[in-house]
């Protein structure tokens, strides 16, 4: 095989047949890629729009069998199939002005003839409208589903709906104007105002409809800009004084119940969310005993939250010198938006409108010279009512007569900053400039006159990072900028920082020598936790079981300031943590610490009160005990005593902590407070000797002032952006 590679040869023709083969492999995958997410070219006379969709509406062609996603105002084309999935919606509007609106999980197919418009209903939920005078008295609507036919005139309004459930018939409402329903088997009727006829196998049952909604409108929609918004539902009182139960529901068979009351008022109100509802009224007929139902009507709740500006701030001013900057507009986004415009004027009220752009995306740049300005960003939505208009921002633009210096923002004045971060890692010094300024030359010296500049460095960007071995002690910073044509601008202000000591790392717990058995290092672990120190990076905690950390048996690194040890076997172990910075060095580390790990039953170790420590209760509510863990299944006994032998309080707890609250059983004075460990091993309890220490309760009547244990200037490092 070796033989083989080794008389292997690559000719040149070898790397143009390659060539060619990955070519035409990448050609047909483009043309795949292109033929899979192409739309479908329609064909034919556009007959209308998608004015409003929810969620999810397809159309298929009529010489297709593929389905594809409408967009709001979308083209619509003669025998289209448009249809809608779970909890969506679409509103279409025909070229006459009529409108059809389907619900969820509901499809037509369009039709348009020379004398009338066809709509081959085939399941769900429509409502279709026309207002008096759009048709012109042209056509006629035809809805037709299944073998049943229902036929709107041309002249005067209508207002009608349709409903088709698996398994059952067609139900039709007329709200307003007429229509007359027709079987095959030649039954026909004319349906009025304020009435349903039921189509079936049986033929056609009409009835009047006495329930009457008023408001909101069959297909209002409500545009609130926080997450609720108050509804009104109302409806014309009732002959009698039978009561009305008012249903609101999620889906259109009100099996997803929001609201149902039974009442004798003849409105409601209802706090409501983004989405689509229905509402209809029932009532029982006093007559009959049957149950009688209103009309469906939907509404759709929107949330049309606030356009909110980002760039500029509020009041930012911007300074040239020769040529006016281009100043860079962003806002949040808009559900409902088509398109935003934005408007800068010179007065509050936007009379004076000096610039007006309209784009798609929530941004922009325009080129402003000096003064005072206003920018707010209107939106437009397809659906009516959905436009919305920001609060306005003021901005202001200065013409200077040179360019201003660049201004120091990090490290700022007083900063501490670790040698060996500045040597290992490196310092991020960044400021601000004019954009008419090309470069950026720093400059660091150990003397405020920088008469020994020590770093001198150029960017031509907002920051540059600077690792050097600078000794400890103070240091300055300033800045210079060179424009287009290489005149220099005056210096920036000087900053001032320190180049100090690394803080070593330090270790928290447990303490020197603790120890933990081996049911409890299965079980729970053992928790090592540390101290940050003023540095940034990454922590490598190391546990090995001899002080030379040769050979490692654990290595772990982790981001936080503590971790879990768990499976050791029993013995004595050395542990420490370095911490590692972005260029993998060890910045700095803690001294190690010994634990064991054993099978003996250890008395726990108090960890406070310490030993002899004057513990303070004029501003507690409680004394707290806190120890250390024996055994995974120890339980505790604390006592505590009064210095002359007198017993406080003694309890018996599974916790490594209790907090004494009885205050009225202590005084000032020396007390010696002692716990132990017991379990029940083999039909027997075994406990360890007590730890025990001594300690002294004091009441100061006045607290002395805080006293200040963080150190004066910190440093804080920022991670390039």
């Not at 448009?82 to 409108?99: K, M, Q, V, Y």
């Not at 006016?324 to 938006?337: I, Q, R, Y």
């Not at 003021?394 to 120091?408: F, K, M, N």
């Amino acid at each position: 095989m070796r033989e083989f590679v080794r008389n292997l040869r690559i000719t040149r023709f070898d790397y143009y047949v390659a060539a060619g083969c990955a070519g035409l492999v990448l050609f047909f995958s483009v043309a795949l890629y292109l033929h899979m997410t192409r739309r479908v070219e329609a064909s034919g006379e556009q007959i209308g729009i998608i004015r409003f969709r929810r969620n999810t509406a397809q159309r298929k062609y009529s010489s297709q069998v593929i389905w594809e996603p409408l967009d709001m105002e979308a083209p619509l084309y003669n025998r289209d199939s448009i249809r809608t999935g779970e909890l969506s919606l679409a509103e279409i509007i025909l070229n006459d002005g009529t409108r059809i609106e389907l619900d969820e999980n509901s499809m037509v197919v369009l039709n348009l003839g020379d004398e009338a418009l066809d709509i081959n209903f085939e399941y769900g939920s429509i409502n279709a409208r026309r207002e008096e005078g759009e048709t012109g008295g042209e056509t006629a609507l035809n809805i037709r589903s299944q073998d049943q036919t229902i036929t709107v005139g041309a002249a005067g309004g209508s207002d009608i709906q349709l409903n088709r459930s698996e398994g059952e018939g067609l139900d039709v409402l007329v709200n307003r104007g007429e229509a007359s329903v027709a079987t095959s088997g030649g039954e026909a009727r004319t349906i009025g105002q304020d009435e349903r006829a039921t189509l079936s196998d049986e033929g056609i049952q009409v009835q009047q409809v006495t329930l009457r909604p008023i408001g909101p409108a069959n297909g209002q929609r409500f545009f609130p800009e926080g997450a609720q918004t108050n509804v009104r539902f109302s409806w014309q009182p009732t002959q009698g004084d039978r009561q009305l139960t008012f249903q609101l529901s999620r889906r259109r068979d009100f099996s997803d119940l929001v609201m149902s009351r039974t009442l004798a008022a003849s409105s409601v109100d209802a706090s409501l969310g983004d989405g689509d509802y229905y509402w209809r009224l029932t009532a029982q007929n006093p007559q009959t005993g049957a149950t009688e139902e209103s009309e469906v009507r939907k509404i759709s709740v929107i949330n049309n939250a606030p356009i909110r500006l980002f760039t500029p701030s509020n009041g930012q001013a911007f300074q040239y010198t020769t040529e006016a900057p281009f100043v860079n507009f962003s806002w949040s986004e808009n559900s409902l938006a088509d398109t935003y415009t934005l408007e800068v004027a010179t007065d509050p009220g936007f009379r004076d409108v000096v610039q007006s752009r309209e784009v798609r995306a929530q941004g922009t740049a325009i080129r402003l010279g000096g003064g005072d300005y206003f920018w707010r960003v209107r939106s437009r939505a397809t659906i009516e009512g959905g436009a919305t208009s920001s609060e306005p921002f003021r901005l202001r633009v200065t013409q200077r007569d040179e360019i201003p210096a660049p201004a120091p923002r990090h490290p700022t004045d007083g900063t501490r900053i670790s040698s060996v971060y500045f040597e290992r890692e490196g310092v991020n010094f960044n400021w601000e400039r004019s954009n008419e300024i090309e470069t950026v030359t720093l400059e660091i010296a150990s003397d405020a006159n920088f008469q020994n500049t020590i770093v001198t460095a150029q960017s031509r960007g907002n920051f540059t990072s600077v690792r050097n071995n600078l000794p400890l002690g103070t240091y300055f910073w300033r800045l210079r900028g060179t424009d287009s044509s290489g005149t220099l601008t005056a210096y920036s202000a000087t900053a001032r920082f320190e180049v100090g000591e690394t803080e070593r790392l330090r270790l928290s717990s447990p303490g020197p020598g603790a120890s933990i058995d081996q049911l409890s290092m299965q079980n729970e672990g053992l928790a090592l936790s540390w101290s940050r120190p003023d540095l940034f990076g990454t922590f490598e905690v190391l546990v090995s079981n001899n002080e030379s950390f040769q050979p490692l048996i654990r290595s772990e690194r982790v981001t936080g300031l503590s971790t879990r040890m768990r499976g050791l076997p029993n013995g004595t172990y050395y542990w420490k943590v370095r911490l590692i910075g972005n260029q993998n060095n060890t910045l700095t580390e803690s001294e190690p610490r010994s634990f064991l790990v054993t099978d003996a039953f250890l008395p726990p170790t108090q960890q406070y009160p310490v030993a002899n420590a004057q513990v303070d209760m004029s501003a507690r509510n409680s004394l707290p005990f806190r120890w250390t863990r024996s055994a995974a299944d120890a339980e505790y006994e604390l006592r505590l005593a009064r210095a002359g032998g007198g017993l406080v309080f003694e309890t018996t707890t599974r916790a490594t902590e209790f907090a004494f609250d009885d205050l009225g059983r202590l005084n000032e004075g020396g007390f010696t407070w002692a716990v132990r460990a017991c379990r029940n091993r083999d039909g027997r309890r075994e406990c360890t000797p007590y730890a025990t220490q001594a300690f002294g309760i004091i009441l100061n009547e006045s607290l002395p002032p805080p006293e200040v244990t963080s150190p004066e200037e910190q440093f804080v490092i920022e991670e390039e952006q």
